[in-house]
C-alpha cells in the first residue's frame, strides 16, 4: 500500500516540476533583419559566412597569442617564458586568450574579406600568469620596473581576417600575410644589430645561444601592427612596431658574467618600426606561421633567406 501511495505523490511532484519549467523556459523566437551587406557577400549562404567569420576570429586568436608571447612578467621573465616550461601556465594563457570578444560586430568589405578585431588587456595577462604560476621553491614573481609596471595599462589588439575563396580579397589577404612575413624579417634584422655595449650586438649573442634567440624570436613576434596598406597592383604593405627596451633587459640579467653592464637610455626607450611588402603567392595555402618561425630562424643565426 505504501507503494502505491507514494508513486502518485512522486508523479505529480514531478508535475509540478515540469510545470515550472515550463513557465520559466517559455520563451518566444523573436525575428531580426539580417544586417546590410556588400553584393558579394550577399551571394554567400549564411552558414558560409558563420564559417568565414570563425575563420577571422582564429586568426585574431593566433595574432593575438604571437603578441602576448612577449610580453614581460617580470624582470626576468616573459610570457613565452612561463608558457613553454609551465603546463598550467599554458593552458591559463590558452583560456584566457580564446575566451578574448570579439571588439564589435564583424566587418564585410566589398572585395570579400571579412575582418575581426580582438582587444585584451596586458595587466589580465599578467593577473592570469600570476595565479597559475607557482615557483619550485615557493616563492612569487618578481615586481617589474615602473617602466615595465606601466605596460600593464597597454590593450594589445589583434586583426584576424578571412576572405571568400578566389575574392579579390583573398589575394589581398594572401598578399597581406606574405608582407608580415618580409617586416618580421627586416625588423628581426633591425632587432639583431642593436648594440648591447660597444662591442656586443643582439644578433652577436641570438647566434651564441639557443635560450636568448628564442626570446628575441618571441619579443619580435609579439610586434604591433601599426599600419596595412592594400595596393592597387595586388600587392601589400605591412608595418611592425616594437620596444626595444623590455627585450634588452630580460638579455641582460639572462647573461653571466659582466659582458652587460650598464644599459643606456636611448636603448631602453628604442622603438622600431619597418615595413614589409608581398605579392599574394601562387600557393594561397601558406603555411604562415612556419614561415616566420623559420625566417626569424635564419635571421638570427646569422643565414639571412631572401
Known amino acids: 500500500m505504501k507503494l502505491i501511495i507514494q508513486i502518485p505523490r512522486a508523479l505529480a511532484l514531478l508535475g509540478l516540476v ?3 519549467l515550463t513557465v520559466s523556459a517559455a520563451e518566444k523566437p523573436e525575428f531580426a533583419q539580417a544586417p546590410p551587406l556588400p553584393p558579394l557577400w550577399q551571394k554567400v549562404s549564411a552558414r558560409d559566412r558563420l564559417n568565414l567569420v570563425r575563420a577571422a576570429e582564429l586568426d585574431a586568436v593566433r595574432l593575438l597569442a ?10 626576468m ?6 608558457s613553454t616550461s609551465d603546463d598550467k601556465v599554458s593552458a591559463a594563457m590558452s583560456t584566457l586568450i580564446r575566451g578574448v570578444k570579439n571588439d564589435g560586430p564583424p566587418t564585410f568589405h566589398e572585395d570579400g574579406r571579412v575582418e575581426v578585431v580582438k582587444k585584451l588587456l596586458v595587466d589580465q595577462v599578467i593577473k592570469t ?3 597559475s604560476y607557482t615557483r619550485k621553491d615557493g616563492g612569487t614573481l618578481e615586481s617589474t620596473s615602473q617602466s615595465d609596471t606601466d605596460q ?3 590593450t594589445l589588439d589583434a586583426l584576424g581576417s578571412a576572405a571568400i ?4 580579397g583573398h589575394k589581398h589577404i594572401m598578399a597581406k600575410r606574405a608582407a608580415e612575413i618580409d617586416a618580421y624579417r627586416r625588423l628581426a634584422e633591425r632587432v639583431g644589430g642593436v648594440k648591447i655595449n660597444s662591442k656586443t650586438t643582439i644578433l652577436g649573442l641570438a647566434t651564441q645561444s639557443d635560450e636568448i634567440r628564442a626570446e628575441v624570436r618571441d619579443t619580435v613576434k609579439s610586434a604591433e601592427t601599426i599600419k596595412i596598406r592594400y595596393i592597387s597592383d595586388g600587392s601589400a604593405e605591412v608595418t ?3 620596444r626595444v627596451g623590455p627585450l634588452v633587459r630580460v638579455i641582460a640579467r639572462k647573461i653571466k658574467g659582466d659582458q652587460i653592464t ?5 636603448i631602453k626607450q628604442l622603438i622600431l618600426e619597418e615595413t614589409g611588402t608581398g605579392a599574394a603567392p601562387d600557393d594561397s595555402e601558406i603555411q604562415v606561421d612556419v614561415q616566420i618561425d623559420q625566417i626569424l630562424e635564419e635571421t638570427l643565426t646569422g643565414k639571412i633567406s631572401r
Open 152 to 154: 600593464k595599462e597597454i
Open 240 to 242: 611592425l612596431r616594437l
Open 129 to 131: 600568469i600570476k595565479e
Open 165 to 168: 575563396k578566389g575574392s579579390e
Open 77 to 82: 621573465t616573459t610570457v613565452s617564458d612561463l
Open 18 to 20: 515540469f510545470s515550472t
Open 66 to 75: 604571437e603578441r602576448i608571447s612577449g610580453v614581460q612578467i617580470d624582470s
Open 262 to 266: 650598464t644599459i643606456s637610455d636611448e
